[in-house]
C-alpha cells in the first residue's frame, strides 16, 4: 500500500520570505501522480499543483515549485515569496490504484 | 463550473441515530469519491464511484456506512446507528476520471454525534 509521510507538523514563516514543506511517499509503481492541496480554516481542499513521476522537470505555478527526486520519494513544496494568505494546512497526496493517498499536513502560519 | 456542493454543512445527531449527507459533484465529472477527515489528520479515503457503479471500498467503510450514485449525478452517504467515533469531517470530491485529472472537493459536511 502507498503511504505519504509528512515529518512537519508545523512551519512558520516571516511574510515575503521561501518556506519549504517536506513529503516522503512509498510506492512501488513507477508512474504515478503526486499533488500538493491546501486546505484554509475554511475547510475547502485546493489544489496547489501537481506533478507527473515520469517527468523529470519541476512543476512551477506561480510561487509555488516543487522539488520533486523520484529516487528519493521525495515531493517537497517550496512557496516564494510567502503572502497572509497562504496561511493554511498542506496535504501531500498521491494518486495510485484510483485514488488519492494524503499525508497527515503541515500547518503554515505566516508571520506578518 | 459551479464546483462540488456538500449539504448539510454540520449535522449534529445524537448516537444511534441514522445521517445522510448529499453530495453534487462538477457536472461533467463521472467520478465522484468521498474521504473522512479526523482532526489533525489527513483525509482518508472511503469509496469512490465511476458514474452509477461503485468501484472500491476501503475496510473504515463499516456495515453501518453505506453510499449510493443512483443516476450517475448525486451521491448520498448514509450511516446508520451513528456511533462518537463517527465524529469528522466528510469530504466529497469529483474528477473527470483521466489518470492526470485532480480530485476537486467539497467544503465537506462536519458530523458530531453526541
Known amino acids: 500500500a502507498q503511504t505519504v509521510t509528512q515529518s512537519q507538523p508545523e512551519m512558520s514563516v516571516q511574510e515575503a520570505e521561501t518556506v519549504t514543506l517536506s513529503c516522503t511517499y512509498d510506492t512501488s509503481e513507477s508512474d504515478y501522480y503526486l499533488f500538493w492541496y491546501k486546505q484554509p480554516p475554511s475547510r475547502q481542499m485546493i489544489l496547489v499543483i501537481r506533478q507527473e513521476a515520469y517527468k523529470q522537470q519541476n512543476a512551477t505555478e506561480n510561487r509555488f515549485s516543487v522539488n520533486f527526486q523520484k529516487a528519493a520519494k521525495s515531493f517537497s513544496l517550496k512557496i516564494s515569496d510567502s503572502q497572509l494568505g497562504d496561511a493554511a494546512m498542506y496535504f501531500c497526496a498521491y494518486f495510485g490504484n484510483e485514488k488519492l493517498t494524503f499525508g497527515t499536513g503541515t500547518r503554515l502560519t505566516i508571520i506578518p | 463550473d459551479t464546483g462540488v456542493s456538500q449539504n448539510p454543512r454540520h449535522k449534529i445527531t445524537k448516537r444511534g441515530q441514522n445521517v445522510t449527507f448529499r453530495c453534487d459533484p462538477i457536472s461533467e465529472h463521472n467520478r465522484l469519491y468521498w474521504y473522512r477527515q479526523t482532526l489533525g489528520q489527513g483525509p482518508e479515503f472511503l469509496t469512490y464511484?465511476?458514474?452509477?457503479?461503485?468501484?472500491?471500498k476501503s475496510r473504515l467503510l463499516s456495515d453501518r456506512f453505506s453510499a449510493e450514485r443512483p443516476k450517475g449525478s448525486f451521491s448520498t452517504l448514509e450511516i446508520q446507528r451513528t456511533e462518537q467515533g463517527d465524529s469528522a469531517m466528510y469530504l466529497c470530491?469529483?474528477?473527470?476520471?483521466?489518470?492526470?485529472?485532480?480530485?476537486?472537493f467539497g467544503n465537506g459536511t462536519r458530523l458530531t454525534v453526541t
Open positions: 464511484f465511476q458514474n452509477e457503479a461503485q468501484l472500491e
Open positions: 470530491a469529483s474528477s473527470t476520471g483521466m489518470y492526470n485529472s485532480p480530485l476537486h
